[in-house]
């Protein structure tokens, strides 16, 4: 946290205040995490000549911290709940920045709190999106979930802007044309693709969920990585459940689509639970760099390419041979210039984006994480991976 707020600190200009505001870790539903974000700021404190001040207020807040919080904007001006507030401020010059979205759905409390100030001092890090041109309800969704960077559609900006590309495999139409063309290039210039989404789409027809191709079949950008899908989605006993009309009322049941599995995150960021929904399993026999599974579902799986019988109420028993299979993959590409090495993430299903999806488990937190990496939030902040 020091080194990457050192570096954002870097250089002349004003003299930066930061003042964090976070609920009472004691009486919080996030006490670890908001333990974890003072933590974070008292790291910062001396990290650079400019950075003047960080300041932690911690609730119950007294009636001058509720005015500077209206004052910011944090709160209306008048009603809102103050002791549940947790945000930045960050002042220099005649500036004030004000980062008040800060939930542990989106990832570890370092990161978040890096993100925020660099948001605050420079603006969000720049991502490129491609996405189905006729499905803006997706790309919107993936917006809400990565709200800590700026998300511009790639054929609007010059690609050498950006530390990552995110590929979107909605099935609500084809992706553009050239997009393997373009994942290719930024892995050869050490940049960073996301692809989320797989081939398959599973659609209602004639009163049941069937498996189809989806329009947006990305596997083309996987295999500028070496990677490939396995046909069929992954069902696996280690799940989510559903709720599902009953006799009386409703009732829960396990539902196997919904694969429940830990995402390690690469380069030592922690962990999370994600739900994947009729997700297709990876295959990395043939990819061009160092891989990194980083989730797969249990010994107890199975892949199914069949198109019927996706219903919560079947009877789910394996059609095919039980065994693990990747699901979420890294690969170190390496780079055109023998420089930085090319960041490439696979995360096999587009439903993870849609808002019912991204609550679900550590999901959000899961994406926000993978993108961080892919950009290489590290080297965006001046930091090597091995520094401090």
């Given at each position: 946290v020091a080194a990457a707020v050192a570096s954002l600190a870097a250089g002349d200009g004003p003299p930066i205040r930061v003042r964090l505001f976070l609920p009472d870790p004691e009486r919080s539903a996030d006490s670890a995490f908001d333990s974890e974000l003072a933590a974070a700021a008292v790291a910062a404190r001396g990290a650079a000549p400019r950075l003047a001040?960080?300041?932690?207020?911690?609730?119950?807040?007294?009636?001058?911290?509720?005015?500077s919080m209206r004052g910011a904007g944090i709160l209306p001006r008048e009603g809102g709940d103050p002791d549940a507030v947790r945000a930045l401020l960050a002042a220099y010059g005649d500036r004030v920045a004000t980062i008040a979205d800060?939930?542990?759905?989106?990832?570890?409390?370092?990161?978040?709190f890096v993100?925020?100030?660099?948001?605050?001092?420079?603006?969000?890090?720049?991502v490129g999106v491609i996405a189905p041109r006729g499905d803006a309800r997706a790309a919107g969704a993936l917006r809400e979930v990565l709200r800590d960077f700026e998300l511009a559609p790639v054929d609007s900006v010059p690609a050498g802007d950006l530390a990552a590309i995110v590929v979107l495999a909605s099935p609500g139409g084809p992706l553009p044309a050239g997009v393997a063309e373009t994942a290719r290039r930024m892995l050869a210039d050490g940049r960073g693709v996301v692809v989320i989404g797989g081939p398959t789409a599973v659609v209602p027809r004639n009163g049941a969920l069937r498996q189809e191709r989806s329009p947006s079949d990305p596997s083309a950008v996987l295999a500028t990585a070496g990677l490939a899908f396995e046909a069929g989605i992954v069902l696996d006993p280690s799940c989510a459940r559903v709720s599902v009309p009953a006799q009386v009322g409703r009732m829960f049941l396990s539902y196997p689509p919904m694969v429940r599995t830990r995402v390690v995150f690469p380069g030592g960021a922690g962990e999370a639970v994600a739900v994947l929904a009729f997700a297709n399993a990876v295959r990395a026999e043939g990819a061009r760099g160092e891989v990194v599974v980083l989730a797969s579902s249990s010994d107890e799986s199975w892949v199914e390419a069949g198109g019927v019988g996706l219903e919560p109420s079947r009877d789910w028993r394996p059609s095919g041979e039980s065994?693990?299979?990747?699901?979420?993959?890294?690969?170190?590409?390496?780079?055109?210039?023998g420089g930085r090495p090319g960041r490439f993430v696979v995360v096999p299903t587009a439903r993870?984006?849609?808002?019912?999806?991204?609550?679900?488990?550590?999901?959000?937190?899961?994406?926000?994480?993978?993108?961080?990496?892919?950009?290489?939030?590290?080297?965006?902040?001046?930091v090597a991976a091995d520094g401090p």
């Open positions: 001040r960080v300041d932690v207020t911690v609730g119950p807040f007294d009636e001058a911290a509720v005015v800060l939930p542990q759905a989106r990832g570890s409390a370092a990161l978040q993100l925020a100030l660099h948001r605050a001092l420079r603006g969000p890090i720049r065994a693990a299979r990747p699901l979420v993959v890294s690969v170190a590409v390496p780079s055109a210039a993870i984006v849609e808002p019912q999806h991204a609550a679900l488990e550590g999901n959000a937190a899961t994406l926000a994480a993978l993108v961080a990496w892919a950009a290489d939030v590290q080297a965006v902040f001046g």
